[in-house]
T-cell receptor, first 113, second 109 residues
Framework: KAGVTQTPRYLIKTRGQQVTLSCSPI?????VSWYQQTPGQGLQFLFEYFSETQRNKGNFPGRFSGRQFSNSRSEMNVSTLELGDSALYLC????????????FGSGTRLTVV | KNEVEQSPQNLTAQEGEFITINCSYS?????LHWLQQHPGGGIVSLFMLSSGKKKHGRLIATINIQEKHSSLHITASHPRDSAVYICAAINFGNEKLTFGTGTRLTIIP
């Protein structure tokens, strides 16, 4: 079965722009969560969506937002990009509960210049 | 203090050596993941465990819930095992993932 698909794989944006990243979960998985990975902070939780509703949220500013569609695909949006937003953005899907286990995508590497 | 602590941060070993990576956590968990990340960035879940021990090939993961400690062992290590290994605790209640800082493993031929 297909894994978790993230698009695009690489992205270069300019400060002040906005960006939208996409994550298609494994078929049948209803939960999608997003993470930011930077060399300084490691992996940090952004937010999680389940059945089109945000179920959990990490400690990121309001410039970071997301949504989930009825087919469980999720998008993450970052507005007014800052240099510090340069990172690897990963999504993971699970059946419904975290204890069902997570499957990660390959990530989107965002560079802000 | 981080809620999930890993040690060591970096580990270099000769091919064939037995490897142990440790993870301690201070939060209540429903389960714990061991993840592997290669230089390309993608993350693979090696194990998810909530008690006891799991084995897959040369990899063994153990967890002691009372002591809030987990270990990942690699037997007969190989250069292809070189990667970053991350433990991630699934918080009891909200089921969010909290990550350790990772262990960078390098196996020298």
């Amino acid at each position: 079965k297909a894994g978790v698909t993230q698009t695009p794989r690489y992205l270069i944006k300019t400060r002040g722009q906005q960006v939208t990243l996409s994550c298609s979960p494994i078929s049948g998985h209803r939960s999608v969560s997003w993470y930011q990975q930077t060399p300084g902070q490691g992996l940090q939780f952004l937010f999680e969506y389940f059945s089109e509703t945000q179920r959990n949220k990490g400690n990121f500013p309001g410039r970071f937002s997301g949504r989930q569609f009825s087919n469980s695909r999720s998008e993450m949006n970052v507005s007014t990009l800052e240099l510090g937003d340069s990172a690897l953005y990963l999504c993971a899907s699970s059946l419904g509960r975290g204890s069902d286990g997570y499957t990660f995508g390959s990530g989107t590497r965002l560079t802000v210049v | 203090k981080n809620e999930v602590e890993q040690s060591p941060q970096n580990l270099t070993a000769q091919e064939g050596e037995f490897i142990t990576i440790n993870c301690s956590y201070s939060v209540g968990i429903s389960a714990l993941h061991w993840l592997q990340q290669h230089p390309g960035g993608g993350i693979v879940s090696l194990f998810m465990l909530s008690s006891g021990k799991k084995k897959h090939g040369r990899l063994i993961a153990t967890i002691n819930i009372q002591e809030k400690h987990s270990s990942l062992h690699i037997t007969a290590s190989h250069p292809r095992d070189s990667a970053v290994y991350i433990c991630a605790a699934i918080n009891f209640g909200n089921e969010k993932l909290t990550f350790g800082t990772g262990t960078r493993l390098t196996i020298i031929p």
